[in-house]
C-alpha cells in the first residue's frame, strides 16, 4: 500500500521490503507474482519496470544513472531510457545492474556476482565481470508459485487472493 500511494504501479502478490516501498514513486512499475528482496535502487528518478513472476534475490543492485566521464559536462548516462526486467527473469543474489543496461530479456537468468553491463537477451543465462552469455534456458519457471519462496508466507497470500484484497 505505501509503494502504491506514493503512485507506484504495483500489481497483485508482490512481496517486496517495507524499505523498498518507502522508496518507490510513479517511475515504477512491477507485474504480478514477483518477488524482490533488496532495496538497494540507486535512485527512483528513472524509469523502472520489473515484469511478472520475477525474482530479485537479496543485496541485487540497480544502479540507475551514472555519469560519463570523459565530458566536461558530466552528463548523465541513461538520461532517459528507462530500465525494463522482462517477465520470468531471475536475477540471482548481489548481482549488479549498470545504467548501461536497458533490458533483461524474457526469461533471462544472471548469475550470482555477475555485473550487467549491457542488454540481456531473452531467456539467456548470463554471469561473469562483465555478464556475458553461457547458454539458453530451455523454460521458464511458469509451474513455480513465486510467493511460496519467500520463507512460507504463501498462505497469507494465497487468503489475500481469494478474499479479492491486494498486498
Not at 530479485?56 to 566521464?69: A, L
Request: hydrophobic share 40%; glycine share 8%.
Amino acid at each position: 500500500r505505501c509503494a502504491r500511494r506514493n503512485g507506484a504501479h504495483i500489481g497483485d502478490n508482490v512481496c517486496i521490503p517495507m524499505s523498498l516501498a518507502r522508496k518507490l514513486n510513479s517511475n515504477v512499475t512491477i507485474g504480478d507474482h514477483t518477488i524482490i528482496q533488496t532495496d538497494n535502487f540507486s535512485s527512483m528518478r528513472h524509469k523502472i519496470t520489473i515484469g511478472s513472476h520475477v525474482i530479485i534475490g537479496g543485496n541485487v543492485k540497480f544502479v540507475m544513472g551514472g555519469h560519463n566521464i570523459d565530458s566536461p559536462e558530466w552528463e548523465n548516462i541513461r538520461k532517459t531510457s528507462p530500465l525494463v526486467v522482462k517477465d520470468y527473469v531471475w536475477l540471482c543474489p548481489d548481482s549488479v545492474i549498470m545504467p548501461s543496461c536497458s533490458e533483461i530479456g524474457y526469461g533471462a537468468v544472471v548469475g550470482a556476482n555477475s555485473v550487467v553491463v549491457k542488454d540481456v537477451p531473452d531467456m539467456a543465462v548470463v554471469s561473469g565481470f562483465p555478464a556475458k552469455v553461457l547458454r539458453q534456458r530451455k523454460c521458464v519457471h511458469s509451474d513455480l508459485v513465486v510467493e511460496s519462496m519467500v520463507g512460507g508466507d504463501f498462505l497469507a497470500y494465497q487468503h489475500a487472493r481469494h478474499n479479492g484484497k491486494r498486498n
